[in-house]
Nanobody
Framework: QVQLVESGGGLVQAGGSLRLSCAAS?????MGWFRQALGKERERVAL????????YYAESVKGRFTISRDNAKNTVYLQMNSLKPEDTAVYYC????????????????WGKGTLVTVSS
C-alpha cells in the first residue's frame, strides 16, 4: 500500500504560479498528476517515470507546467506557471508501477487531492 498526500493548492490569480507537492510513502513508482474540474471527467496532466528522466504532459499544460521528483524525499512536484481560470480543478497525485502502465490508464494508488482555484 502506497500513501500519497498532496499539498500546495490554493487560490491564485490568472497568470500566477503555484507548486503542488505529493509526498509518497515509496519512491519505487511512476507518478502522475491528474485533475478534475467540477462537472468534468478526470484528466491526465503530467507523468514522470521512476528515475525522473522521462516525462509526459497534456497538450493543455505544455510549456506552463513542469513535473519533477526528488526520490531522496519521496516527493513529486508540479510547478504550475501562467495559470488560467480553466486550470481550476482538484489536482490528484497518482502512482503505478511504470509510466507505460499509467499511460494505458491503470492507476494503483490515488491521493485525496488538493484544490487549485484560478481567478480571472
Amino acid at each position: 500500500q502506497v500513501q500519497l498526500v498532496e499539498s500546495g493548492g490554493g487560490l491564485v490569480q490568472a497568470g500566477g504560479s503555484l507548486r503542488l507537492s505529493c509526498a509518497a510513502s515509496s519512491n519505487n513508482y511512476a507518478m502522475g498528476w491528474f485533475r478534475q474540474a467540477l462537472g468534468k471527467e478526470r484528466e491526465r496532466v503530467a507523468l514522470i517515470n521512476r528515475s525522473g528522466d522521462s516525462r509526459y504532459y497534456a497538450e493543455s499544460v505544455k510549456g506552463r507546467f513542469t513535473i519533477s521528483r526528488d526520490n531522496a524525499k519521496n516527493t513529486v512536484y508540479l510547478q504550475m506557471n501562467s495559470l488560467k481560470p480553466e486550470d481550476t480543478a482538484v489536482y490528484y497525485c497518482a502512482a503505478s508501477p511504470s509510466l507505460s502502465v499509467i499511460r494505458f490508464g491503470r492507476i494503483d494508488y490515488w491521493g485525496k487531492g488538493t484544490l487549485v482555484t484560478v481567478s480571472s
